[in-house]
């Protein structure tokens, strides 16, 4: 069914032939491991209602981009970078960053209301200023990114949201484990 191949859950408020935006439909990018994700990365961005749904990876340097999906895909295309703080030209820590270096999830309600986040690099470049982010662990044990979600607006999020974006952490680990070890 294009409907579900679309990745709409319930195709009940369109018809056919449909009557929806283009933009009501994402399709998901990403590089070849986690290519399996791509239709629950996008049913995620339209059930939590944000514009982005990210898998990053960390490295030395940089934060990559490894899996993108919601209507800012394009914005964060496969292998983008961005520079952690020590190479930022204002020194400040992108949201996936912290995530890396603390081990732990964070919300960002509004960094534009945040004085630790007021002025990083998504809000100012992309207008992203809401962040949900968790760490995801790679098969030794060590954190190997991130699973995110972005918007361009305040939001808060349910428990059932939450609990939605950390079950996709939970398959992107099976995936590491499956592919890296």
């Avoid at 933009?23 to 994700?37: G, P, Q, R």
């Avoid at 962040?131 to 361009?152: F, K, M, R, S, W």
Wanted: proline share 4%.
């Amino acid at each position: 069914m294009l409907i579900g191949y679309l990745g709409i859950l319930d195709p009940a408020p369109y018809s056919w032939p449909f009557t929806a935006n283009h933009s009501d439909f994402f399709v998901a990018k990403s590089s070849s491991i986690f290519d399996s994700l791509r239709q629950d990365i996008d049913a995620l961005a339209l059930q939590l209602g944000v514009s982005s749904i990210l898998v990053m990876r960390s490295l030395p340097q940089h934060m990559q981009v490894e899996a993108s999906g919601g209507r800012h895909e394009d914005t964060y295309g496969i292998g983008a970078q961005g520079k952690k703080s020590s190479l930022a030209h204002n020194g400040q820590a992108l949201y996936c960053e912290r995530v890396v270096d603390t081990n732990q999830p964070l919300y960002v309600k509004d960094s534009r209301l945040e004085a630790d986040w007021a002025g990083n690099e998504d809000e100012v470049e992309f207008g992203l200023s809401n962040y949900l982010g968790y760490p995801v662990l790679g098969p030794d044990g060590e954190v190997y990114g991130t699973v995110c979600a972005l918007h361009e607006e305040a939001k808060e999020y349910s428990a059932e949201d939450r609990a939605a974006l950390d079950e996709l952490r939970r398959k992107v680990e099976a995936l590491l484990v499956r592919d890296l070890k």
